[in-house]
Every structure is written in structure tokens, then in C-alpha cells.
């Protein structure tokens, strides 16, 4: 009777691994965050309609306003199917200032895909946390100094800001 009590508390304490908790907090970022969160937080951010067009990288964040995700016409099916009732939409860079690695960060959770030449890039290093006022992800790609599509999918909100800033 006791070992069997003993195997209970044993299996009742173990948690798998994807009921691991995900980190919470400012501090629990990978990197420092600083410029993205004030990019993303900035009372200047430039607002656009999904598919609307940019010449070029903004100093600052966006406000990317999305669409149902049936509505929202993603050029590429994004490479993580999201869930119904969700949010979606995209932004179309003509270029960037220059090669190089970038930070790609969001205010809220959902997908990002970065398509470039017909591919999708795939991120160098990924960061999240959840209750940091102002920034939910950060992702670094390397992107060519060439025209590239971003996608938004899977948020929950109608909106979402956007920072695409040169890596420090």
C-alpha cells in the first residue's frame, strides 16, 4: 500500500515536457530587448493595412492591421497552420537598407513568416515570454538586401505591432 501511495505522488509530481510553463517576465528574453520594446511600445509607429506596401524598413515599429484569417489573402500558406478564429495579414518590404541579421519582434503571440525570393527564411535565434507589457516575441533572421514579404497569422487580436530592427 505504501509503495503504491509512494508511485501516485511520484507520477502526480512529474510534469511533461509540454506542460512546461513558458517564461514570464521582461527578464526571461534570451537577449536584451530594449530597443525592440520601445520600437513596438512608440507613439509614432507607422500603421498599415494587411498587404500594404513599404519602400522601406521603418526606424520605428508598425501597426499591421489584420484580417479574419479566411478574409486575409496571405500570399504563402503559412509554414504553422493556425487555428480557426484567429487574426492574419502581411506587409510587403520592397527592400531592406541591407544585408544583414535583423530582429523581427511582436507586441502579441502568433507566427511569423518572412518570405524572400519565393522561400521562407528560416529564424537564427528565437526569444519569448509572456507578461512583459509591450513585446510577446523576437526572432533574428538574416535578409538580403532584396524585397520580402512578412506574414502575421494565428494572433487573437486585430492588430499587431511590429518591429523589424538591424541586430546589434
Known sequence: MRAALLMALALLGATPAWAAEE???????????ERERAALTAPDRLKIASGGDLAALPSTGITLALRELVEAKLPSPPERAPKEGTFAGFANF????????????????????????????????????????????????????????????????????IAILPSE
Do not use: N
Not at 517564461?23 to 530587448?33: E, L, Q
Not at 530582429?103 to 509572456?130: E, M
Open 23 to 33: 517564461p514570464s517576465g521582461c527578464d526571461k528574453f534570451k537577449w536584451p530587448i
Open 94 to 161: 520592397r527592400s531592406a537598407p541591407k544585408a544583414g541579421l535583423y530582429t523581427v519582434s511582436l507586441s502579441a503571440g502568433g507566427w511569423v513568416d518572412l518570405v524572400q525570393g519565393g522561400h521562407f527564411l528560416k529564424p537564427k535565434a528565437f526569444s519569448d515570454a509572456a507578461d512583459c507589457d509591450g513585446i510577446r516575441k523576437i526572432m533574428k533572421y538574416e535578409i538580403s538586401a532584396s524585397p520580402f514579404v512578412l506574414q502575421v497569422s494565428g494572433t487573437r487580436e486585430d492588430s499587431v505591432s
